[in-house]
């Protein structure tokens, strides 16, 4: 082999070795984004605070004129989300509660005897229902714009009577 034709072959099985390493890196690239991809679980962490104006709340002689939401991540698909609401009378009422959003149905904790079954539904949308004696007594739907900026909760509470009560949250995010 001529010396000019040794040096060519090394060089082309290096170019070789580059375009797969270039090759390689644009996939990554382009694949990343899509791993990092918050669902939407993830993307209700944060301060959300009730727009009272837009939300549909049942009617009530004491009703509610601002509240809040803080929600934290705690784990694997697990939130504890924190609850304040102000009244038209100056009561204060903080609730928390420590949600696994993993599908599977869970003891409630607490006075209040119970199951809580949590899932993502979609990217944008978190379902919770809420079982006693085996019976749904509440449903919880959220959705998040893709924006990231607005959440509605929709839910569904059936007295012991079996009477539904529905209201709509609207949540902005701060």
Sequence with gaps: MSPALA????ARAQLARMSVHAVAFALILLFLPLTMAQDAS????????LNIER?????????????????????PKKYRETFNI?????QTRKAETVRSYDGSEKKLEGQVPGTE????VDANTLKCTTKRNGKVTSEVSAT???D??????????ISPDGQPTMSVRVYEKQ
């Design 7 to 10: 040096s060519v072959v090394p």
């Design 42 to 49: 993830d993307k209700q962490i944060g301060v959300w605070k």
């Design 55 to 75: 939300s549909q709340l049942p009617p009530s002689p004491n009703p509610i004129v601002s509240g809040s939401q803080t929600v934290e991540k705690v784990g």
């Design 86 to 90: 102000v009244y038209k009378d100056g």
């Design 117 to 120: 079954t949590c899932e993502i």
């Design 144 to 146: 998040i714009l893709p």
């Design 148 to 157: 990231g900026k607005t959440m509605t909760a929709r839910s569904k509470v």
